[in-house]
């Protein structure tokens, strides 16, 4: 019977709390994604992600040596696998949002919104703002 060695990997997320001083909570948010101060992190052990398989080789104790085998996409991470198919929900809906045979009034209601869900995800695709959201003023705290 074949010998596989499988890596598998599961993500821990480590948090940080802090205060800023900002007009929005919006502002207040951005300040702290850019805020590169991580000295008082800590794990967040309840929120470890599942398991999922990030290698596959052919035979025992091969990993990055031996011949490497596609992982099947349903043990990738659950993450992963949601940009993945992300990606071609958005290009299956940005393939239709265009003028389908629906009657003139309900293909008025509907593209807009089509076409906003479709900017919204290029904005996510690209980790961009969402399209309807201002840039902020970004001014740390002070201490």
Known sequence: MPT???ETTYRMPYYRQG???AATPEQACRLAIEDEDWSGELPDYECAGP???TG???GRDA???GEE???PSHFDET???MISHFHELLAQLAHIAQPTGLPAAEFDRWLPKATAAVEKAR???HEQRDPDQPAADNVLASS
């Open 4 to 6: 596989f060695t499988i």
């Open 19 to 21: 205060t800023y001083e």
């Open 51 to 53: 398991t999922y398989v």
């Open 56 to 58: 596959i080789w052919k």
């Open 63 to 65: 990993a990055y040596e």
């Open 69 to 71: 085998v596609d992982v």
């Open 79 to 81: 993450a992963h696998r």
């Open 123 to 125: 904005a996510i695709i």
